[in-house]
């Protein structure tokens, strides 16, 4: 089956570490996506990437850096520069046709 | 610059009366519009899109939407709500011509009254 695999479900860290957080697709996008949630909040767009070794900041950048070295994999690290990551982050992957977006299942980090 | 606005950040309806979710964007262009739906601790599934062909799109578990260019407008409906529909809804827009961004509505939390 074709889709997006974010891992884990749920993260947990201590204040002050870095964590990555995984995501993969085989649906042959070229585009992909980090967006953080917020409860009761909408979508807010962290980092995007168009193309493999090109990627661009959203609204929300600092503090988070990712990676694109490969078309099937967009992971992203929250990094200790992050004043507020408790959050529910969303990966999500896109055609060029209509830019409909594909989402994975999320990740729930907790920093403790 | 591309935006999207949804009026009433929280529904409820009776169930088996209508849902109606309203959604406009503002656009320079004519757009692609989507309907996604979040049910919680999960990410967002495609309920319908509109790709400037037909005008009234039918979507998954009964929804439609209706583009509106000259109200640009898309808003959601169903018939019937089912207890199921419970869930929070996100408008969003596109424009490939300039670029991958997506633009997503601030979306709209159903609540489905038994």
């Known amino acids: 089956d074709g889709g997006i695999t974010q891992s884990p479900k749920y993260l947990f860290r201590k204040e002050g570490q870095n964590v990555t957080l995984s995501c993969e697709q085989n649906?042959?996008?070229?585009?992909m996506y980090w967006y953080r949630q917020d409860p009761g909040q909408g979508l807010r767009l962290i980092y995007y990437?168009?193309?493999?070794?090109?990627?661009q900041k959203g609204d929300i950048a600092e503090g988070y850096s990712v990676s694109r070295e490969k078309k099937e994999s967009f992971p992203l690290t929250v990094t200790s520069a992050q004043k507020n990551p408790t959050a529910f982050y969303l990966c999500?992957?896109?055609?060029?046709?209509?830019?409909?977006?594909?989402f994975g299942p999320g990740t729930r980090l907790t920093v403790l | 610059a591309q935006s999207v606005t949804q009026l009433g950040s929280h529904v409820s309806v009776s169930e088996g009366a209508l849902v109606l979710l309203r959604c406009n964007y503002s656009?320079?262009?004519?757009?692609?519009l989507f309907w996604y739906v979040q049910y919680p601790n999960q990410g967002l599934q495609l309920l319908l899109k509109?790709?400037?062909?037909?005008?009234l799109v039918k979507g998954i578990n009964g929804f439609e939407a209706e583009f509106k260019k000259s109200e640009t407008s898309f808003h959601l409906t169903k018939p019937s709500a089912h207890m199921s529909d419970a869930a929070e809804y996100f408008c969003?827009?596109?424009?490939?011509?300039?670029?991958?961004?997506?633009?997503f509505g601030p979306g709209t939390s159903l609540s489905v009254i038994p």
């Open positions: 999500a992957s896109s055609n060029k046709v209509y830019n409909e977006q594909f």
């Open positions: 649906l042959n996008h070229d585009a």
């Open positions: 990437s168009q193309i493999v070794n090109d990627f």
């Open positions: 656009s320079s262009v004519p757009p692609y």
């Open positions: 509109y790709t400037s062909a037909a005008t």
């Open positions: 969003a827009v596109s424009d490939p011509s300039r670029g991958s961004k997506v633009i």
